[in-house]
């Protein structure tokens, strides 16, 4: 379970990682369009271009300091670690599904097995927090048993 755990967790840094890449791409494409924007007669125009490319920019950097901020919550896991109460880089195994509680991911598959990568400060990983095999927790109208926790 171990390997499992480090793979659901290497699975989220390249989930990460492909954020902060696509992010840096759309930067540079709107810098480099920005630099090649030539003024033209009609100054508001251009005027309107160059300031639409530079929400497009902030809006990109704000993306990319959001994906940073995820990575370092990343690197402050220990995929290794293990514990018998749920908590931050715990693998939470329910009746109902399958939680790392690390960073809000989406699902992730391993070996066709399903796994939902949560933020410790989500609803669900509120709930998760401080469970242990063979506790009840409901979410949704939906009830969960903790089989175990790793």
Do not use: W
């Not at 290497?10 to 920005?34: F, K, P």
């Not at 290794?80 to 809000?104: H, K, P, Q």
């Not at 097995?113 to 989500?122: I, L, N, Q, T």
């Amino acid at each position: 379970m171990s390997t499992l755990k480090k793979e659901l967790h290497q699975l989220c840094i390249n989930y990460v990682q492909n954020r902060i890449d696509t992010a840096e791409q759309a930067i540079n494409a709107a810098q480099q369009a920005a630099n090649e924007e030539t003024k033209s007669s009609a100054g508001d125009k251009y005027e309107t271009g160059r300031a639409m490319m530079q929400q497009d920019k902030d809006r990109n950097i704000a993306q990319l300091n959001e994906a940073c901020k995820l990575m370092v919550a990343l690197n402050y896991i220990n995929p290794n670690g293990i514990s018998t109460t749920a908590e931050t880089g715990s693998l939470v195994i329910t009746t109902n599904a399958n939680f790392y509680i690390a960073i809000s991911a989406g699902t992730i598959v391993v070996d066709n097995e399903s796994f939902y990568a949560v933020s410790p400060a989500s609803p669900v990983g509120l709930k998760l927090k401080g469970q242990k095999a063979g506790d009840t927790f409901s979410l949704n109208n939906k009830s969960y048993q903790v089989i175990a926790v790793i």
